[in-house]
């Protein structure tokens, strides 16, 4: 079985500062994917960044970026520059490396930007 | 259309009646998920189709629950004698094939109320 676990309930931080969202995982898996991915109050699901676990260099995309800590099962994501439309709730989600796509999702983590 | 599509937004029900919600992935998508999110959760696997066939129903939670899928089209949760339990947000998914590296494109979700 697979879980994934975001300690974090909510985070709050300043615009223009820079957040990081917790995120651990669990699997026997060795081939996986993990996923951020970003939820607004319009309920649709954004994808934020990925990283195969083969892969050792960290994902980034523009001001997102991962700390991928495979040995530790650790999967953490950087915002930098907070912006005002950042806010969301975020969900940390991973995938087996086998057959088909199926995603197990954490809990979820909201966070705040003040102006 | 540009992306997923369900309806309807909101259903709101009376305990014990049946209720169908509705998928409209991606023109093309052969792979679908859908999930259930409870409030302030995570979200849940339900069921995949690749095409016309549901290869993993793993995550229905009981015989209450079933789902089809026209072609590689249209694809419809089906909640019989509906439980206050069942009081969720139910997104869909769709993906180019079911291949690790396509993208899941959600979309905006049917939240149920069961009164």
Redesign the interface.
Known sequence: AQTVTQSQPEMSVQEAETVTLSCTYDTSESDYYLFWYKQPPSRQMILVIRQEAYKQQNATENRFSVNFQKAAKSFSLKISDSQLGDAAMYFCALRRGTSYGKLTFGQGTILTVHP | GAGVSQSPSNKVTEKGKDVELRCDPISGHT?L?W?RQRL??????LI?F?GNSA??KSGLPSDRFSAERTGESVSTLTIQRTQQEDSA?Y?C?S?LT???F???F????T?LTVL
Not at chain 2, 106 to 109: A, D, I, T, V
């Open positions: 792979a998920y999930y302030g959760q995570g979200l849940e696997f995949y690749q290869p993993d947000v997104l998914a993906s079911r291949e690790l396509d993208e899941q959600f979309g905006p979700g939240r």
